[in-house]
Structure formats: C-alpha cells, structure tokens
C-alpha cells in the first residue's frame, strides 16, 4: 500500500501545484488524512491554504528544504502524503522523488514543450543505481481528443514513459476555485471538471493502492 507521492516536473506551468492540490483535497473529501508538503519555494499551495476556503482544510504543511522528504515519511503514516516540489533540478526536488512510493510527473500537451520533458525525464526517473523511478506521466492542459494531446501521448509511450489514461483539461474552473483557496471538487462537486480530478485519483489509486487512515 502507497502512501508518499511526489508531483513533480522540471518545466514550469505543467500544472504541478494544481494537481498536488486537487489530488489531496479528492481524497480528502473522500475521508482519507490526504497531507500536502509543500517543498517548493513559491509556496504555491501554502498561499491556496491561506485563502477563503484553506484547501477544505487539507493540512499543509511548508518545508522547502533538502530535508522536506524527511517530513513527508514521519506523516506518512497518517495517511496520503503528496509532496509539491520545486519545478527545477535540486536536492531537494531529487531527494522527495528518492523518497516516493510514487512519482506523477505533470506534462503539459504542449509541442513546444514535449522536447524538453522527453530530455529531462530520464534524469529525473533514474534512481541512483540505475533503477527506474515507479511513476506515471499525466497529461495537464489538454483539449480534449485534440491531435496534439494524442501526439504527445503517443510520443511518451512510445519513448518508453507510462501515462495516466485520464487528463486534466484545460477548464477555467481550476483557476475560479484556486481564486477561493479551493479546487473543483470543492467548488462544485457534480462538475466536470470535479469528476476529472475523481477520475485521475481513482487510476492512481488503482495503480498504487492509497491506504484509507484507520
């Protein structure tokens, strides 16, 4: 049973806080102990936790350090730990991917950005012996069934990197519920984009089994 997964990516605006923060509150609501450790500098998630809605009371918790995967495994036991890293090479990002039971690895369907993901990803999924990382690629910012969403899928698998059948769309509602402190699933539960979010946690959980907290 999984229980630590790190979100993370080395290219900016892939969505890395977005699905941290919408995969924690869906298990959330859903009466799991779901933690995010928010290890990124820009405390992108710690900001979401000060507004109106605080995240529905998902508990955060702020260390950007080379220490942060530390933190992450003495919670681990209180149920899903999601830690959001910086989204650059560092210690600290390389030491919470060490440290998961699962990586996700944001990308968004961009043509112009697929080049560079594909060169950085080995290096981010290669353990230190050579092992590969247990992780899934998810596809953020898609049009749905669009040519360029399929390409880049293709062009992932093809190069040998697993993803998630479920995307995040490119809805505005993300970024209407981020304005509250929330996420959709908050926001408006029946929605799209809500059963979006339900879906990706739903085939993660099958993949890794997250534990429901006793």
């Known amino acids: 049973m999984r229980q630590i997964i790190t979100v993370a990516t080395m290219k900016g605006g892939s969505g890395k806080s977005t699905l941290a923060s919408c995969l924690a509150v869906h298990w959330h609501l859903c009466g799991r102990s779901s933690t995010i450790i928010d290890a990124d500098p820009q405390r992108s998630i710690a900001r979401l936790a000060a507004r109106e809605k605080a995240l529905g009371g998902v508990k955060v918790v702020e260390d950007a350090t080379e220490n942060a995967w530390k933190t992450a495994r003495n919670l681990a036991s209180t149920g899903p730990i999601i830690i959001d890293t910086p989204g650059f090479r560092s210690l600290a990002t ?15 369907a961009s043509p112009l950005d697929i080049d560079r993901m594909l060169d ?15 992780f899934r690629c998810v596809l953020t910012q898609t049009t749905r069934d669009s040519v360029i969403a399929k390409q880049i899928r293709a062009e992932l698998i093809e190069a040998g990197f697993p993803v998630l059948k479920n995307e995040m769309t490119n809805r505005v509602g993300y970024a209407e519920a981020a304005l509250w402190g929330a996420t959709p699933s908050l926001i408006e539960p029946a929605g799209t984009a809500a059963r979006e979010i339900a879906a990706i946690a739903d085939e993660v959980d099958s993949i890794v089994g997250i534990r429901q907290a006793a």
């Open 120 to 134: 950085t990803l080995n290096s981010l999924l290669e353990g230190d012996e050579g092992e590969r990382r247990f």
């Open 94 to 108: 390389l030491a919470c991917i060490a440290a998961a039971d699962f990586l996700l690895v944001p990308v968004k």
